[in-house]
């Protein structure tokens, strides 16, 4: 899972860019065994840009096992991802295990996949290549 793609179901990817996804969560779905770093130069290939931006989300969960407090942190850190950005990326994990339940916590990479350079933003707080639309 170390340095996994999670795209917002609205993600925009470039032509002949279609790599296989699972969903995940709510409006979110995860690209299947390639890593940010290939998939961001599959996108500078096809002439865009996977845009790193400042910003990381971290969110604990809990389980009754370290797969399920896991799958409830990733769900939680996507959530606390602003609206702006439409992808992700998995930066890190910490399990605790406890007698009975597992705390993880997740740290997610806010992350921005678009044609153009700029990261140009409106009053609203939305890039401006949206508000364009």
């Known amino acids: 899972m170390w340095h996994s793609v999670f795209l917002r179901d609205s993600c925009?990817?470039?032509d002949h860019v279609d790599p296989a996804k699972v969903p995940f969560g709510q409006n979110w779905t995860q690209i299947e065994k390639i890593e940010a770093f290939t998939f961001?130069?599959?996108i500078r290939r096809a002439g865009w840009?996977?845009?790193?931006?400042q910003g990381a989300c971290s969110r604990r969960g809990f389980g009754a096992t370290e797969d399920s407090a896991?799958?409830?942190a990733l769900t939680r850190a996507l959530k606390g991802i602003a609206q702006r950005f439409n992808a992700a990326e998995f930066d890190s994990l910490r399990i605790t295990n406890?007698?009975?339940f597992c705390v993880a916590n997740v740290t997610m990479q806010?992350?921005?996949i678009q044609?153009?350079?700029s990261l140009d933003v409106s009053d609203q707080g939305l890039p401006r290549a949206i508000?364009?639309?």
């Open 98 to 100: 406890y007698p009975g």
């Open 131 to 133: 508000l364009a639309r």
């Open 70 to 72: 896991t799958h409830q």
């Open 49 to 53: 840009h996977f845009i790193w931006v």
């Open 110 to 112: 806010a992350r921005r």
């Open 115 to 117: 044609r153009n350079t």
């Open 12 to 14: 925009v990817l470039p």
């Open 40 to 42: 961001d130069a599959m």
